[in-house]
């Protein structure tokens, strides 16, 4: 075995499965940072050396022939086999902060005021959150020095540890002030689209409306035009302007059982759609203690917060 897996072989290999994730030479080239011409080489070295082709090498595109995604999945596991390994058994040098990138919403209403918990806890644990949204892969945790991240979306990480912590339901809500000059608000049958205050980017990727239009198609509600109303890119921003009586907001629960349990925001007809995204935590497979230990709070936060969700929220039983 050590014969055939030589230094060479393994070189070859690693520009492989590099370009097998891509599906491009060149994002292969600039995560390697090498240049596009050797990675090809080194892949067409390995397709010389097996004797078969690994990809077919098409205008637009890479395509990974039966062959070539055998290899990619065998690949796939076994360097993340060895990376998890290789982090536990590294001897542990100065312990430093944890990166932690957040949905930035999250990180202002629901993560920040729990750190106090977590730090008590957790004493010899350093976390920087830092707020962000943009999708996540491996090689831009690994690139940005992020070990591990919050985030509110629909999921599908190939390459990640992703673990849902937290499920989310959408709920329109107002402030008691617009709530009382609007009393056709009263019913779900008099919201207007002029009234809706809208985040158009919930997660990134997400349509600009598909929050509202979640909750309208589980609420049976029809509305002309969702489009109208003002637009905002940060949930807690659209939810500070519910605050000031500006409209209504589809709020997560995360951002405002706070202010439905205080009474400045009005959980409007009680009817709760379910999200199609849930907040997860994500980090490269085989973390380090200390960020194993971190989603381990967090999960623990999670189910300590849906308790008292379900103590608060109170949904319409013929819509849940």
């Not at 902060?97 to 920040?112: G, R």
């Not at 589980?218 to 002309?224: E, K, M, Q, T, Y």
């Not at 905002?232 to 209504?248: D, I, K, P």
């Amino acid at each position: 075995m050590a014969n055939t897996l030589s230094a060479s072989l393994l070189g070859w290999l690693r520009c492989f499965e590099a370009a097998a994730r891509h599906c491009s030479f060149t994002q292969a080239a600039a995560e390697l940072c090498v240049t596009q011409g050797a990675v090809s080489q080194q892949v067409k070295q390995l397709e010389q050396w097996l004797g078969r082709p690994l990809f077919l090498r098409t205008p637009r595109a890479l395509v990974l022939t039966p062959e070539g995604e055998r290899l990619r999945f065998v690949l796939r596991e076994s360097f993340q086999a060895i990376e998890g390994t290789l982090t536990q058994l590294r001897k542990p040098r100065d312990r430093h902060p944890i990166a932690l990138s957040c949905s930035p919403s999250f990180a202002m209403v629901w993560l920040t005021p729990r750190l106090g918990n977590f730090f008590q806890q957790h004493p010899d644990i350093g976390l920087r959150v830092y707020g962000e949204f943009h999708a996540l892969d491996r090689s831009r945790m690994l690139r940005d020095g992020t070990e591990a991240a919050v985030r509110f979306d629909p999921g599908g990480y190939q390459d990640l540890k992703a673990r849902v912590f937290l499920e989310e339901w959408l709920i329109p809500v107002a402030s008691p002030a617009y709530l009382a000059a609007h009393p056709e608000l009263h019913t779900p049958g008099g919201l207007r689209a002029s009234m809706l205050l809208h985040d158009v980017s919930p997660w990134d990727g997400a349509g600009e409306f598909d929050e509202w239009n979640c909750w309208l198609r589980h609420a049976g509600v029809s509305l002309p035009d969702t489009a109208e109303g003002q637009r905002f890119n940060l949930s807690q921003l659209a939810l500070n302007a519910a605050l000031a009586g500006q409209g209504v907001a589809i709020g997560r629960t995360a951002l405002i059982l706070e202010a439905i349990e205080s009474g400045r925001l009005i959980d409007l007809w009680g009817i709760h759609a379910r999200s199609e995204a849930s907040y997860r935590f994500i980090c490269p497979h085989g973390p380090t203690t200390q960020v194993a230990e971190v989603e381990a709070w967090l999960v623990e936060e999670g189910e300590a917060f849906d308790t008292a969700r379900s103590r608060v929220l109170k949904p319409v039983a013929s819509h849940r």
